[in-house]
């Protein structure tokens, strides 16, 4: 055994060639730091001490706790692999559990303190919504749907979420887009003129008639009436345009006439060439709203395959649409709901600039999703005062005004005001018009509605916390946290882009594809939804689906496309594990992967992510029936021949063994190439698993706290948008602490979330 090369003992402390006396943690009397300079010596320094820095690491250069705190990075890592089991390699002499929990508890005490009494809440970066976060607040603000998302540039993703504040940018391109955007979703919103009367068009294509269907028009070839049946709403004055063109035959032009239950009313001669078609309009009275038969009438058929001029050889009549606006009498229609919602009637002897500002004032306070500030909308005003001097009314000015405040920072970015913003030792809890925006993005990616701006007015938002988490849940717009949440830590978005080879598995389709995807949200859904155990995710005895999918998983008395619960008789499928979607997922489009399944689970269920393989490692061969035939297994065990990737491969490969009774489709199977499937294996805590029931218990029974970590690990980052450090421990022992007391109740989870420090809390800036 080497020793170090130097070690200096005094009544102050120790100090040695890189380690600090410090970084034990303890006073330099105590037994604990003279256990661990041998450890450090016999298992790191080989390759990581006295000159040596093998992968670039060199233990010894850290000279104080202040140095090693500098680079958390590398001491992060540091603990991983001990944790893992990936250092010291297999090949080498293992520390024993008891060992290793000395070297991570003494890392954790110099690197990583936390005071629990005291946490730090940490800080959000100032957040920008996201495409998703951005669509839902306009709707639920406008109150139209507008679908403007695909405008926006596509989000970057951190953490594994699209709603890390440190990654939502605004570039130049975004600005001009969100402009658009703003523009036209109040042109769905708003009507600042005279509302237009109510009007139908008839595509040519869906006329009845004689003729034939060119494109969207109905093409008259020979004399003949096109028709539609049309009812008026009451009596009064219709107008009819229909949309026209022709090719000329003869002495002239196609002749159209309008014809109501078989009667000309109306004629014109069509002029316009088929390229260009043009409208011809006609206004009639009805005296009863009975129905009546609207006809487009050819009635100059004309051909002459002799004639002189090739041009005029054959006269025929194109109808492209047919509009019927009306009645165009009596009072104008009432404008719409969403126009009402922000311009609200005005009170008597109110001037225009007082109803804009009171117009501006309501809507701000819900765009901003906070009290309007002093003097916050006069400067929105000066957008009225220049629209109205270049002749618009005041509900034009106002509309300008609104189309700013939707690409304000105020409305593009949550806010989360504090009173001392720049001092890094303050830390203040977020006010509760930020706590209702934290609650409402959480849980609906959109704006808070009402009632949680109510109480947030009141100051009473906290003291109903409990009712409202209850409220947020069982709202339908809850499923937008199902969708998203599920969607990036499970993957789930990533289904649509998974595709089995259609020559190894041609009963494969894309229907049943999202019905994977959909069976995995609805569970989630169910287990937040009625407040199972979070662990349901892994062994749920049920599950959710339809015809196809139930067939393809061999499943009897499943029908129809329509989604059901299902109890399950079948082992294998229960819980997460037997679920098609994450098959997908972790498997290539001819074979499946024991390696990506694996990491799944270690790194979306276990909170476990084992490092990035080394570079130039050669993939394992596709299924080859002319070839040599070798198991997955034999190839893996094969892989595992290089000490470099043994120690990740025995955390990853028990685990997909465990799994591949599942093949690329998720179907399942009892042998992969006419061989019988070994779906045994040995996990890295010594457990012996023969197939998926075994591994879905080891992870219920052995390994569940670690399961709800990685949970409330998810969740946590997600609700506040920023990726979690190492500081915030003490908020994921609470979340984890909470849950498993409540016997591990997903809305127990949830709401120690929410009660957590970082979600109620932050601090300033430095």
Same mark, same amino acid.
């Given at each position: ?28 009397? &105590? ?103 951005? &669509? =839902? ?9 507008? %679908? ?55 595509? /040519? ?30 009596? /009064? ?31 014109? =001669? ?82 225009? &600039? ?32 220049? #629209? ?7 509900? %034009? ?315 409330? =690990? ?33 809305? #127990? ?10 979600? &109620? ?6």
């Amino acid at each position: 055994m080497r020793r170090l090369s130097t070690i200096l003992v005094s009544g102050a402390g120790i100090a040695m060639t890189g380690i600090p006396a410090e970084a034990t943690g303890q006073p330099p009397h &105590q037994p604990a730091m003279e256990e661990i300079l041998p450890l450090l010596e016999t298992y790191c320094f080989d390759c990581h001490g006295d000159g040596l820095k093998k992968g670039g690491l060199a233990i010894d250069r850290f000279e104080s706790v202040a140095e090693m705190q500098a680079d958390r990075f590398a001491w992060k890592s540091i603990r991983d692999h001990l944790r893992h089991r990936l250092m010291p390699p297999l090949d080498e002499d293992q520390p024993s559990d008891a060992e290793v929990e000395k070297m991570l508890a003494w890392i954790d005490a110099a690197v990583f303190p936390v005071d629990p009494e005291h946490p730090d809440p940490g800080r959000v970066t100032l957040r920008r919504l996201n495409r998703t976060e951005y &669509q =839902n607040t306009l709707r639920d603000l406008l109150g139209v749907k507008v %679908q403007v998302m695909d405008l926006i540039p596509p989000d970057d993703s951190g953490y594994g979420f699209d709603n890390i504040g440190d990654v939502l940018t605004l570039s130049p391109a975004h600005l001009e887009r969100y402009l658009e955007a703003a523009r036209i979703s109040l042109d769905q919103t708003v009507q600042t003129g005279p509302v237009p009367r109510p009007s139908r068009k008839y595509a /040519g294509r869906d006329i009845d008639g004689p003729g034939q269907r060119s494109g969207d028009g109905h093409y008259l070839t020979t004399t003949g009436e096109a028709v539609i049946s049309f009812k008026p709403s009451r009596p /009064g004055k219709y107008r009819m345009t229909v949309a026209a063109s022709g090719t000329l035959g003869g002495d002239g032009p196609p002749r159209m006439e309008l014809r109501i239950d078989g009667k000309e009313r109306h004629g014109w =001669n069509v002029e316009a060439p088929l390229d260009r078609p043009a409208e011809y309009s006609h206004e009639l009275f009805f005296d009863n709203a009975r129905e009546r038969t609207v006809g487009i009438a050819f009635t100059n058929d004309y051909y002459d395959k002799d004639a002189a001029d090739p041009a005029r050889r054959d006269r025929n009549l194109m109808v492209n649409s047919v509009m019927i606006s009306g009645p165009l009498d009596g009072p104008p229609p009432p404008k719409s709901a969403s126009h009402l919602g922000i311009f609200p009637p005005r009170e008597n002897g109110e001037s225009d &600039q007082d109803y804009a500002l009171r117009v501006m004032t309501g809507f701000a306070r819900k765009a901003f999703r906070r009290p309007v500030r002093d003097g916050e909308i006069e400067r929105y005003l000066k957008l009225v005062s220049l #629209a109205t001097d270049q002749g618009e009314n005041t509900e %034009q000015g106002v509309r300008l005004a609104l189309e700013a405040m939707l690409v304000s920072p105020a409305f593009l970015y949550r806010e989360e005001p504090q009173p001392e913003p720049d001092d890094a030792s303050k830390i203040h809890k977020i006010d509760e018009h930020s706590l209702a925006t934290r609650l409402s993005y959480f849980f609906w990616s959109t704006m808070p509605d009402r009632r949680l701006m109510d109480l947030a007015d009141r100051g009473e938002l906290r003291a109903n916390l409990t009712g409202e988490l209850d409220r947020l849940i069982a709202d339908p717009r809850a499923r937008q946290f199902v969708s998203n949440f599920t969607g990036q830590w499970l993957r789930l978005r990533d289904v649509a882009a998974s595709q089995p080879s259609r020559r190894a598995f041609p009963g494969f389709n894309p229907k049943l594809r999202d019905a994977m995807r959909r069976e995995t949200e609805m569970l989630f859904e169910a287990i937040v939804r009625d407040d199972l155990p979070m662990s349901t995710l892994l062994d749920a005895d049920f599950t959710y689906l339809n015809g196809d999918l139930a067939e393809h998983y061999g499943i009897q008395g499943v029908h129809g496309r329509d989604f059901r619960k299902v109890t399950l008789t079948d082992s294998h499928r229960r819980g997460i594990l037997g679920h098609g979607s994450v098959h997908l997922l972790t498997s290539y489009p001819l074979r499946t992967s024991p390696v990506l399944r694996g990491k799944f689970v270690l790194e979306n269920l276990l909170d476990s992510a084992p490092p990035p393989p080394p570079p130039n490692v050669p993939q394992l061969d596709p299924p080859n029936p002319h070839g040599e035939k070798r198991s997955m297994r034999e190839q893996l065990e094969k892989h595992r021949e290089d000490p470099s990737c043994a120690s990740c491969h025995a955390m990853m490969d028990p685990i997909g063994f465990g799994m591949e009774n599942f093949d690329a489709s998720g179907a399942w199977r009892d042998q992969d190439q006419g061989e019988p499937i070994d779906a045994s294996g040995e996990l890295t805590d010594g457990t012996v698993i023969h197939g998926v029931d075994d591994l879905r218990r080891a992870l219920v029974e052995n390994h569940l706290s670690d399961f709800h970590r990685a949970v409330a =690990n998810r969740l946590l980052t997600y609700a506040l948008g920023r990726g979690l450090d190492w500081y915030d421990k003490p908020a994921l022992d609470r979340i984890v602490a909470e849950t498993e007391k409540a016997g591990g109740s997903s809305r #127990a989870m949830l709401r120690a979330v929410v009660d957590s420090v970082p979600f &109620q809390y932050r601090r300033g800036d430095s």
